[in-house]
């Protein structure tokens, strides 16, 4: 008896009662749903959750500061600064060629003076509004997935742009604006340097207007304005071409403010900070905390998958519950067979063939139906938290190895569960046949 | 092939030698002795039971209800071992046969008729025969199904199912079926048991047209003294023993 036949049969064995076919199919279909909707929220959920904890970028992700490593900073994900400790391209190359390092993401900061609209011919108050002393972050903006910013509106500037800026909140604050009217709007910047004349200390400043293309949350490093790296250094070298401004504007002790590493994994976050805080220098990374809360995450998906598992047994033992009913009704069709010629394995296959299409049936409407419960889910808590003023949360993202497992998975349940009364089925001797009704 | 037990030497049978290819298979019990189990007890279905069925012949097995004739039907069928004695069936010594032996036994060397015509409800008439053709792995038999359905006069049924046919209609299929595989024996439980008394006749007339046509060796068990008296040869079981 080929596949095909036994297919057939099989098929077609499982809609003589279709009322069974239906029950059982059901059952495997919720059983699935749930599996697959707990899984799609836990897997989204946790990984939103993660996101946040580390503002957007990789949970692999080290700041590094221009500073001295206290002796507590192995212990601790906060920054324990011991005084001022340059950056320099030696460091770069060394962080580079260290293991378990994925990437080095260099950030120079420079102080600025920051005038929004509407601008006058000066650097002073018009309008009512204050020109403000800030600090300008430049990096490498093609990186910015392995950097903690969050795109809040708008869009980041074009990597290598010298002209387009992207502002926090707080500038919005300064200007009084709203984050959607900031857009598209020019703030003129003063790049300032110090220099010494015959009255004293001087300050003159490059001035350049810029457009607000976007509006972020980063972590990346302390100031109101993100720019491409390139408009960064050029602003750090006109002002150390000057002298130092003293407390308003002093001369930066370091070529770079800080640095993003990104180790290779999680778990080599720990060995990549151990050696950052080896050659010196102070850091910080939600290293502990995420680990704490991936294993409370990790316990809300053993108990979710166990909830499913609960879900796929009883389904399983549905499948058992209907294939043990059919081969109690049809000893004498497996007799007659097994008298005409079929082998065991011929009637195993049949039964285990009826098995496996309930669970694929009912997988592929469970799988498809604990999606849109997910997308639901998605919605209805997207709609709160908007209700509440809070940032959305998006859910339901289409997986297809959770698809896939969760089919495949259906299947395998259906089919063990089947084992037993197909080997019973299997088992039953070819007198059945001949056996009065 | 070697032969157990006498061929038929009647002028009728001789005829019917050098018309087919072959003859059917011989059956040859000897001292067969066959008991099942009921709760506690031990009942004997069958008591030291001698029997030669020539092959090529047409056999009536009769007796009353809970005489062992299912019973021995299922011994040369191959459905179950006998516990003691000899049982073979052409060159198939049947106690010494594996399960999976008895299962290639009964694929290609036997067709079942059943009281109860053992069609699967689920699948149609042709379907029913290329299942069983299937079972044999043969593909070329396979095809034979609408040839078979014509011979049994059902070809315009044949994409019924089998509650959509008659008594007669379904007995006929199942002849159809048994004969799939080209058996050389074929074992008829009460073939007309559930049938009325013209739709009895024409099964009876197709099956001994198949025999001589095919010259295959075939057993029928029954009750009626009419099916059994159109036999060449009757033996009458009672409480397990052949008697004489």
């Known amino acids: ?437 | 092939m070697r032969l157990i037990g006498p061929r038929l030497t009647q002028g009728r049978n001789v005829a019917r030698e050098t018309k087919v290819a072959r003859l059917g298979s011989a059956i040859h019990l000897r001292g067969v002795t066959h008991w099942y189990r009921s709760g506690r007890s031990r009942v004997e279905a069958l008591h030291d039971v001698e029997l030669e069925i020539p092959a090529g012949g047409y056999v009536a097995l009769t007796g009353p209800s809970g005489a062992g004739k299912s019973t021995l039907l299922s011994l040369i069928g191959g459905l179950e071992r006998p516990q003691s004695g000899v049982l073979a069936v052409g060159q198939h010594d049947l106690r010494a046969l594996r399960a999976d032996e008895l299962a290639t036994y009964r694929r290609t060397n036997i067709g079942f008729i059943f009281q109860h015509f053992g069609l699967l409800d689920l699948l149609s008439a042709r379907e029913n025969i290329e299942l069983a053709a299937a079972l044999s792995g043969s593909p070329t038999r396979r095809r034979q199904a609408p040839d078979l359905l014509e011979e049994v006069g059902l070809l315009d049924r044949a994409e019924h199912r089998p509650g959509e046919l008659s008594g007669g209609e379904r007995q006929r299929v199942a002849i159809a079926r048994a004969l799939v595989n080209d058996p050389s024996l074929i074992l008829a439980d009460e073939p007309t048991g559930n049938l009325d008394a013209d739709s009895a006749m024409r099964v009876l007339d197709l099956l001994e047209r198949v025999h001589l046509e095919r010259g295959c060796t075939l057993l029928v068990v029954t009750h009626n003294e009419a099916v059994a008296r159109r036999a060449e040869q009757r033996f009458r079981l009672d409480a397990g023993r052949l008697l004489p």
């Not at chain 1, 294993?295 to 108990?303: A, G, P, T």
């Not at chain 1, 497996?334 to 063939?353: E, M, N, T, Y």
């Not at chain 1, 997910?374 to 209805?380: E, F, I, P, Q």
């Open chain 1, 1 to 437: 008896m080929t596949w095909l036949d036994s297919l057939t049969l099989a098929s077609r064995s499982l809609w003589r009662r279709p009322g069974r076919a239906v029950l059982t199919i059901l059952a495997v279909t919720l059983g699935a749903t749930l599996l697959v909707a707990l899984a799609s929220v836990a897997t989204s959920a946790g990984s939103r959750i993660v996101s946040k904890l580390t503002n957007g970028g990789p949970a692999t992700a080290i700041k590094v500061s221009a500073a001295k490593a206290d002796s507590d900073q192995a212990y601790t994900d906060d920054l324990r600064a011991a005084g001022p400790k340059p950056i320099t391209d030696v460091t770069l190359n060394t962080l580079r060629q260290s293991p378990h390092v994925a990437a080095v993401i260099p950030v120079i900061a420079s102080r600025i003076l920051a005038v929004p609209p509407p601008f006058g011919t000066a650097a002073s108050p018009v309008s009512g509004i204050s020109a403000y002393g800030d600090t300008m972050v430049g990096v490498d903006l093609s990186q910015a997935r392995n950097l903690p910013i969050t795109v809040l509106a708008g869009r980041l500037p074009r990597t290598g742009s010298l002209n387009e800026v992207a502002i926090t909140e707080s500038y919005i604050d300064h200007a009084g604006m709203s984050l959607q009217s900031a857009l598209g709007t020019q703030v003129e910047i003063a790049e300032p340097q110090a220099y010494q004349s015959q009255t004293g200390l001087q300050f003159r400043g490059r001035w350049v207007r810029e457009e607000i293309v976007g509006v972020v949350s980063q972590q990346v490093g302390t100031g109101a304005f993100l720019v491409a790296i390139e408009q960064a250094r050029l602003a750090q070298a006109w002002a150390v071409a000057g002298v130092d401004g003293g407390d308003a504007f002093p001369l930066p002790t370091s070529k770079y403010a800080g640095i993003v590493v990104v180790a290779s994994s999680l778990d080599d976050v720990h060995a990549v900070r151990q050696m950052i805080t080896g050659l010196g220098y102070a850091n910080t990374a939600p290293e502990h905390l995420v680990a704490s809360v991936l294993r409370y995450l990790r316990v809300v998906d053993i108990v979710l998958a166990g909830i499913g598992a609960i879900a796929l047994g009883i389904a399983g033992l549905g499948v058992a519950n209907a294939l043990v009913a059919a081969v109690r009704e049809r000893r004498r069709e497996i007799g007659v067979l097994k008298a005409i010629g079929a082998r065991d394995r011929d009637i195993l296959r049949w039964f285990l063939l009826e098995a496996f299409t309930v669970g694929l049936v009912g997988g592929a409407i469970g799988t498809l139906a604990g999606l849109l419960i997910a997308l639901w889910v998605g919605v209805s808590v997207n709609t709160y938290l908007t209700e509440q003023g809070l940032q959305s949360i998006q859910f339901g993202d289409v997986s297809w190895p959770l698809i896939g497992t969760a089919i495949l998975g259906t299947c395998l349940v259906a089919i063990a569960a089947g084992v037993v009364p197909a080997w019973q089925a299997a088992r039953l001797s070819p007198k059945e046949a001949v056996a009065a009704a």
